[in-house]
């Protein structure tokens, strides 16, 4: 029997200690003497529990989520049914590792992804533990498929941490600085940045058609793997028609059209992958994040005869596809039918795209552009009306709404954007109070 924590989280944001609080700066002192430095905290307050949208931390403050973990507990925290089917399925057990001997969730969690990734072709899934692990998965079935090695990525693009990935993601420093030597054959081509660029969506498709013909050759290209919004690389949505182009050229070119939608997926945009705004059908969809409402699993979905073109035992892996993490996703997937989360990620998107463009308004020259889909929005912060980057800004932001209890995270490539990713059950009320706090942050920084 599980009892809801619903009652003693509350669901109002309450800050009672300065913030960190006392307990937290202890345990963050002990953290200190043996948690590497390589990894960081964006906010050292430290949690004890949670419920939807608000996160408890070890001193009594009640902190208002508006990153769900990086886009990772869409259904909110400590839904009763993915409690629920969670501790009966560790009580059943924990497991056996599917490559050696198999149980069902495995193969539902494969029927969930064949009918909600788009396409009504015939597909097959893997099952893994990150997101980074699905990448790499989706990388080598597209090689081994194609028997061509060259993989095209983009400008701003985050695809991981593991070795392959980090050759796949962009930005240097922190991802990729003297963690040196990188996989070869992988090729980086433009973005479409609307906000930068000023080009349309097929304008900017050639532009990099034109590099992938002329640098690379249609014929050695395996795969082209794109993000349809890119999460860290700052929440970049393509000009409309971008997708589209590139996955028409990738269909005459016999390329692999590979989606990784593991930060856009999984009703964070509105719909079930954020493809499905443009019908767009990719012949691979990488899944993690939202996926399990907060256990690891990641899939790669595709095209049965690209998946299955694979040798016996050339995928896998001890812990892919875990029973508990199984279970999780197939109940973070009935919660978000349920509760129709996908209509309220919608919903919560046309909220925060209306205070935002307000604010736009307002504060003249601060926000520089305002964009995203559903519950994936953001806002890229500028120095007077121009183009440069405001990082500072963006920075001063955070530390606004972190002292007021709020959780909003910074990405992009130049660390001036700020992305809101809240708990697709926010509630209107819970909602509004962090855009009122964000407001505050914006028109203090505007005035200093
Ligand atoms: C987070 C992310 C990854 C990596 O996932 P991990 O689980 O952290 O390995 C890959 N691609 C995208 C688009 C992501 O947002």
């Not at 600085?177 to 070869?184: E, K, S, V």
Request: aromatic share 6%; glycine share 10%.
């Amino acid at each position: 029997m599980v009892t809801s924590i619903e009652s003693v989280v509350g669901t109002e944001r309450r800050v009672v200690t300065e913030l960190p609080g006392p307990k937290s700066r202890e345990l963050h002192e002990r953290r200190r003497r043996v948690v590497s430095a390589g990894v960081t905290n964006g906010f050292t307050v430290y949690i004890e529990r949670a419920d939807g949208a608000i996160l408890e931390d070890i001193d009594g403050n009640r902190l208002l989520d508006l990153g769900s973990g990086i886009a990772v507990t869409s259904i909110g925290h400590a839904v009763p049914e993915l409690v629920e089917a969670v501790s009966a399925q560790v009580a059943n057990f924990t497991h056996t590792c599917f490559m050696v001997t198999p149980y069902e969730s495995y193969i539902e969690v494969c029927e969930e992804l064949a009918a909600l990734t788009p396409g009504d072709h015939e597909k097959t899934s893997a099952l893994f533990n990150s997101g980074a692990e699905a990448v790499e998965n989706a990388i080598k079935i597209a090689r081994h498929a194609t028997g061509r090695s060259a993989i095209i990525v983009f400008d701003h693009a985050y695809h991981g941490r593991t070795n392959l990935t980090m050759a796949l993601t962009a930005k240097n420093m922190p991802y990729k600085d003297g963690f040196g030597p990188f996989a070869p054959e992988i090729y980086r081509v433009p973005m479409s940045y609307p906000f930068r660029d000023g080009l349309s969506g097929p304008e900017a498709a050639a532009r990099a058609i034109q590099l992938m013909e002329t640098q690379v050759g249609a014929k050695n290209i395996a795969a082209v793997l794109i993000e349809p919004i890119q999460g860290e690389g700052g929440f970049i949505v393509p000009a409309d028609g971008f997708l589209p182009a590139l996955s028409q050229w990738t269909r005459e070119h016999g390329v692999v059209f590979i989606a990784d939608e593991i930060q856009s997926g999984f009703g964070r945009t509105g719909s079930w992958f954020a493809v499905d705004h443009e019908g767009v059908v990719p012949d691979m969809v990488t899944t993690a994040k939202g996926l399990a409402g907060g256990m690891p699993l990641a899939g790669v979905t595709g095209r049965a005869e690209l998946m299955n073109s694979v040798h016996e035992g050339g995928l896998g892996g001890t812990y892919g596809g875990n029973p508990v993490a199984a279970v999780a996703a197939l109940a973070s997937i009935r919660t978000m039918r349920e509760r129709n989360l996908l209509a309220r990620a919608t919903h919560i998107g046309d909220i925060i795209e209306t205070r935002l463009r307000a604010l736009q308004q307002e504060l003249g020259g601060l926000i520089g552009d305002v964009r995203g889909r559903g519950a994936m929005m953001a806002f890229e912060l500028v120095v007077d009306g121009s183009k440069e980057p405001n990082a500072a800004a963006a920075k001063a932001i955070v530390n606004y709404c972190n002292n007021e209890g709020v959780i909003a995270l910074v990405c992009g490539t130049y660390g001036n954007v700020i992305r809101l990713l809240p708990p697709l059950v926010i509630t209107d009320e819970q909602l509004n109070d962090g855009l009122d706090v964000i407001t505050r942050a914006l028109r203090s920084v505007a005035s200093n």
